[in-house]
């Protein structure tokens, strides 16, 4: 990773509060190309609020999100968003549940079934094009919501806990499976979990976010070289930064 | 992938014989009453011109069904026409309420209201207003299918995911996206299930519209054969109301099935 990458997404002191309680606590963020960074804190401590603030959901009571340098606040439609449920539409084929953020932006269905068609490949989803969601795993579901994500943008994703949902052996799979899917979009990713050694594992950096009020206590880099693969969840580097973690949390 | 088949055909089979159980049980248990109700007629229990038996019943309404076909023409048409203009009424009056929050509020109170009247009473009234035609009729069996189906779709439509909404939106989809790419079909199958009951009620509404009088129809026949005492023709043209309105049902979920072929299995 090089210190000369474009900065694509810059979120910039947000405050956001709900009926007089304080949720997001002067949250600043940035996110470069390429990158892959985790907002790692508790449950309920404002971090889907953060997301819902950069995807432009929701207006920030102060802040602002900047994208390419281009003030987006409050304004959907930009980057992806990927919540914990899978949320693919059971009475549409995978495909055109696939193909959904490519019809909603205008184009014509049979165009764009032929637009997704080469990424089943990518995502591992061959010959699961013409099935419904109920036909599939709950791995293979996500993976399928993953890619209609990455359909809607493909150079920023946010991912809120993708693999929260799934048992702890898929979930090992998936994580796998997300690096090695990654190394052939050129994608920034914006994480959310409250997995430590997940966030390790995945990201290049890792916010520690405070409970409630979200604030950012502390900004670790990940210095394990990549590829990454299982094994290093053993190695003394990682647990370094493992012990470093838990005890600012 | 042979797993996954496997496993699945695994789960048909219990399936269908737990089908065939569920088949099984009322069937049983339905023949059980036909045959106490047998017993009791055919050994005097009770009086002929009182209950006639399960078997009179049948032989009537085979000797009968020359002579009703027209009444039969009349009601079920009656009662289609009504069914299909309840089913348009509903489908624009609950995307209006749904887009627009005061027509809901101002509406909805007034549409359980509308169900608390009994129909007995404003039969006659539409006899009145609209005449002794088939409009009085159509009109009562359209009130009465409209509110089983038009609940049943606003209830699906406030049951959508708020997160589906929300990720809609965050893609940048017109309201008239998310509704006709989300909202609608998400609420199919609270639709279907509104259609279904509406579909039992049918025929009984424009059975009960014609006791108001008219010129055919299968209420207008058994008053007529209810007042000549012919007690064991009341009960034949019962049993065709019942065997039409389950036909009817049958109907809406065999389409249910055409059209949403992704919830055979949930």
Not at chain 2, 17 to 31: C, N, Q, S, V, Y
């Amino acid at each position: 990773m090089s210190i000369y990458q474009k900065n694509k997404l810059f979120v910039k002191n947000i405050y956001k509060s709900f009926d007089e309680i304080l949720v997001v606590d002067n949250v600043s963020i940035e996110l470069k190309e390429n990158e892959f960074v985790s907002l790692l804190g508790p449950s309920g401590s404002g971090k889907s609020t953060i997301f819902n603030i950069i995807s432009g959901l929701v207006k920030p009571d102060e802040g602002e999100v900047l994208i390419e340098d281009v003030d987006f606040t409050g304004k959907s439609g930009r980057v992806s968003y990927m919540y914990q449920k899978d949320l693919l539409l059971s009475w549409k084929k995978i495909i055109d549940n696939v193909a959904l953020p490519l019809v909603i932006k205008g184009i014509k269905k049979k165009e764009a079934r032929e637009m997704v068609k080469k990424y089943f490949e990518i995502f591992g989803l061959e010959g699961f094009e013409y099935k419904y969601p109920f036909q599939l795993s709950g791995g293979m579901r996500q993976r399928a919501a993953l890619m209609r994500t990455y359909m809607f943008s493909e150079d920023i994703i946010l991912l809120d806990e993708p693999f929260g949902g799934l048992d702890a052996i898929t979930k090992g799979r998936m994580q796998s499976w997300l690096l090695d899917v990654l190394k052939t979009l050129n994608a920034s990713i914006l994480f959310i979990t409250h997995d430590i050694d997940e966030a390790i594992f995945l990201s290049d950096r890792i916010y520690i976010l405070s409970e409630r009020p979200a604030q950012i206590k502390a900004e670790i880099k990940v210095d394990i070289p990549r590829p990454r693969n299982n094994d290093i969840v053993t190695t003394s580097r990682f647990n370094e930064i493992k012990k470093n973690i838990m005890e600012m949390l | 992938m042979k797993k996954l088949e496997s496993t699945g055909s695994k789960i048909n089979r219990r399936r269908s014989l737990k089908r065939i159980g569920d088949g099984i049980i009322p069937t049983a248990f339905l023949i059980i009453l036909i045959l106490i109700w047998y017993i009791i007629v055919e050994n005097g229990i009770v009086e002929r011109f009182m209950l006639p038996s399960p078997i009179d019943v049948i032989t009537t309404l085979y000797e009968i069904l020359p002579e009703i076909r027209l009444h039969l023409i009349v009601t079920l048409a009656q009662a289609l026409y009504g069914f299909v203009l309840a089913i348009i009424f509903s489908i624009v009056l609950a995307i209006l309420m749904d887009n627009i929050g005061i027509l809901k509020r101002a509406l909805y109170p007034l549409l359980v209201i509308s169900q608390t009247i009994p129909i007995l009473v404003l039969a006659p009234l539409f006899a009145m207003w609209f005449g002794f035609g088939m409009l009085p009729k159509i009109i009562v069996v359209a009130l009465v299918c409209f509110f089983p189906i038009i609940v049943s779709l606003l209830e699906g439509f406030d049951s959508v995911d708020r997160d589906l909404l929300n990720l809609m939106k965050s893609m940048g989809a017109s309201r008239l996206k998310i509704f006709t790419l989300v909202k609608f079909p998400a609420s199919m199958i609270n639709f279907f299930t509104g259609l279904k009951v509406a579909a039992t009620y049918c025929i009984m509404a424009a059975f009960i519209g014609e006791w108001m009088g008219g010129k055919a129809g299968l209420g207008l026949y058994m008053m007529r054969a209810k007042k000549s005492m012919g007690i064991d023709r009341v009960f034949a043209v019962v049993l065709l109301v019942v065997i039409l309105s389950m036909l009817l049902f049958k109907l809406v979920s065999i389409l249910q099935k055409h059209l949403m072929p992704w919830s055979n299995e949930e």
